[in-house]
């Protein structure tokens, strides 16, 4: 092999006036050859190229849907918004103050089965003393259907917090089919409160563990809305359809402490997501007007593993929950108080509050796979079901599914939350386990 040509130096002043003159310039070194890159080996294919195809083939459908109906059309919009810079475009219309420390923020919410909202979320950084945030919300979703809120963060220099928020809201539009696993559809009834409610809650984080403890103070009271074109609690029970629920129409002034603690290994970032999360909460509450006979505490758990299979931030997870209520007193646990699911994970397949009781039971598999920045396509399937007090009447025929498709964004993003899901859920096993239910839910929220 012939040793590689070595670079002509400068032209000099005699060099430009030769060439200059009509003498013909010296002859050119060759080129080196293109590489034949079609002959470069390429990358070794590991055991995570291969078995990313079994999540792939078996939520096949779903992801075919995530694919072609969420993630191109939102990929077309999101390439568009790149290049004509619509996200700083739109920050720079929202934001304002010195540095863009402030601004105004809309929020919206669509969920089926209950009001649409939209609204607003002010912020403004650094409102006092560095680090420190204020934050003040607003939503509306038509005639008796308000909240407002305000909160403010301090964030310690070691990355702790502590937040302090109030809130209030009224609502008509609070779903219930009565307690236990096997509640019908046929007896969809409404029930609207007003809820003031005082908050303070500090986090502190050593390494991958997470603690956090709050302290609330909040007033229920229970008005006679109508909302929806269903009937009312209150209509329900006076035409024999439903037993009437402990604790309903009994307004509350409950004071609850809580403590949770997170032990969770997963990196946060785009890639190399595996690890596992554990996590165990207790909360005590006491209805400050009635004294210890009516009180309650709520506690539950949750284990759940995580393995990103390429590194790449396609993410195969697997957890099992269980969640609890019990009396510490004499008098039962109101309704409102016991164990409410549906809406979020893993019973995202059913509404929110559409089942109830003293005990909670689900395990959950999902595939997450990033679309776009801190964006995940998702793809779930789980089994749960609520159940008596410590899961006493559990039984495997009396499993509910719950399968969501849809996009959210990740869990490391911070206080903010898209999602735009799709999600069905079923009756149980012992009644055919037909799908009955159906929900679409769209949109974004800000913490405080």
Request: glycine content about 12%; overall charge negative; proline content about 7%.
């Amino acid at each position: 092999m012939s040793a590689p040509s070595q670079p002509a130096p400068p032209p000099s002043d005699a060099a430009t006036s030769a060439s200059d003159s009509t003498t013909p310039p010296a002859e050119l070194s060759p080129r080196r050859d293109v590489p034949n890159y079609r002959q470069l080996d390429s990358e070794a294919t590991t055991a995570g190229d291969v078995l990313i195809w079994v999540p792939r083939v078996i939520l096949l459908p779903a992801y075919l849907v995530t694919e072609y109906a969420l993630r191109a059309p939102v990929g077309g919009i999101s390439t568009v918004a790149e290049k004509n810079n619509w996200a700083g475009s739109l920050y720079d219309f929202f934001a304002f103050g010195p540095n863009h420390r402030g601004g105004i923020l809309p929020t919206f919410s669509f969920n089926t089965g209950f009001r649409p909202t939209i609204g607003a979320h002010f912020f403004w950084d650094d409102t006092f003393v560095a680090r420190n945030t204020f934050t003040a919300d607003a939503a509306w979703g038509g005639s008796d259907w308000v909240r407002v809120a305000v909160g403010d963060r301090y964030t310690f220099s070691g990355g702790d917090w502590i937040a302090l928020q109030a809130q209030w809201q009224r609502r008509p539009d609070y779903v219930y089919f009565g307690i236990g696993p096997d509640t019908s559809d046929d007896f969809r009834s409404r029930y609207g409160t007003d809820q003031i409610e005082g908050r303070l809650t500090y986090m502190h984080r050593m390494g991958p563990l997470r603690l956090e403890s709050h302290g609330r103070v909040y007033r229920t009271v229970f008005r006679d809305y109508n909302c929806c074109g269903d009937p009312t609690v209150a209509e329900r029970v006076e035409r024999g359809e439903l037993a009437p629920p402990p604790g309903y129409g009994q307004n509350t002034t409950a004071a609850e402490v809580g403590l949770r603690a997170v032990l969770d290994t997963r990196p946060a970032g785009y890639t190399n997501r595996s690890g596992v999360r554990i996590g165990v909460e207790v909360a005590p509450a006491v209805d400050a007007t009635q004294g210890f006979d009516r009180s309650w505490i709520h506690y539950g758990a949750h284990v759940e593993g995580s393995w990103d299979v390429t590194g790449k931030g396609r993410v195969l997870s697997l957890g099992v929950f269980t969640a609890f209520s019990d009396p510490m007193g004499d008098q039962p646990v109101p309704f409102n108080e016991l164990v409410v699911v549906g809406g979020t994970e893993p019973f995202a397949g059913f509404m929110a509050g559409r089942l109830r009781d003293r005990s909670a039971a689900a395990a959950q598999l999902s595939w997450r796979w990033p679309v776009f920045d801190y964006l995940d396509g998702v793809v779930a399937v789980g089994f749960g079901n609520v159940f008596d007090k410590h899961l006493s009447n559990f039984r495997w025929d009396s499993l509910r599914g719950s399968f969501e498709v849809g996009l959210r964004t990740q869990p490391s993003f911070g206080r903010s939350s898209f999602q735009m899901v799709f999600g069905m859920g079923s009756e149980p096993f012992s009644k055919g386990f037909s799908i009955n239910s159906f929900r679409f839910a769209l949109g974004v929220t800000y913490g405080v």
